[in-house]
């Protein structure tokens, strides 16, 4: 059920975009560029919670690159006849992105990097005892490409899709707000 509403309402919001009044903004040097988002792993079905930011920076000779951090966090549980894992992921990182500039649109589509951390921990509780065992993860690589839609002079939707190291890869969605 709340996969549904979820769903229905990313829907929704993406209509509301596309039909929203002209907004000619885009990518820019010297804006700041932060939003929510949430994301689906490719390995399982725990979406994850996320948080983006980009500061745009135009680099002479090459264009448009941005450059920022990122934090996401997914947990989820598997039960047992006598007991229950836990799992909890935290990344926190580093992002570069090149963004194509297409005069005159509401879309911004980028290519990009991510170098960041993955502090996991696992626990079990059940009818043998509670314990914890070591934390895993370790540093994390991707290549991402997305996509920002302007639905406002400083208000977007964005997408991103991710391939990544550790076996983690996903599509995430979000807002972005520039200021």
């Given amino acids: 059920m709340k996969k549904n509403r979820l769903l229905f309402s990313l829907s929704v919001f993406v209509i509301l975009g596309l039909f929203s009044a002209t907004a000619n903004a885009q990518y820019t040097a010297g ?6 988002s949430i ?9 994850d919670f996320g948080v983006s930011y980009e500061y745009g920076l135009n680099i002479q000779n090459f264009g448009l690159v941005g450059i920022g951090g990122l934090f996401r966090y997914w947990g989820y549980s598997e039960g047992y006849f006598d007991g229950q894992w836990k799992y909890t992921n935290v ?11 297409i005069t ?3 879309f911004d589509p980028y290519v990009g990097l991510v170098l960041a951390y993955d502090a996991g921990s696992v626990s079990w509780s059940g009818s043998y005892g509670n314990y914890a065992t070591p934390t895993y993860g370790g540093m994390w690589l ?10 406002s002079p400083t ?4 997408g991103r899709l991710g391939f990544g190291t550790l076996g983690y890869s996903g599509l995430d969605f979000g807002v972005d707000f520039k200021f």
Avoid: C, D, E, M
């Fill in 142 to 151: 991707a290549l991402q490409g997305g996509a920002r839609y302007w639905v």
């Fill in 104 to 106: 005159g649109s509401k």
């Fill in 39 to 47: 994301g689906f792993a490719f390995l399982g079905s725990t979406p």
């Fill in 155 to 158: 208000i977007a939707i964005t």
């Fill in 31 to 36: 804006s700041n560029y932060l939003g929510p």
């Fill in 91 to 101: 990344l926190i990182g580093a992002q570069g992105n090149y963004h194509f500039v």
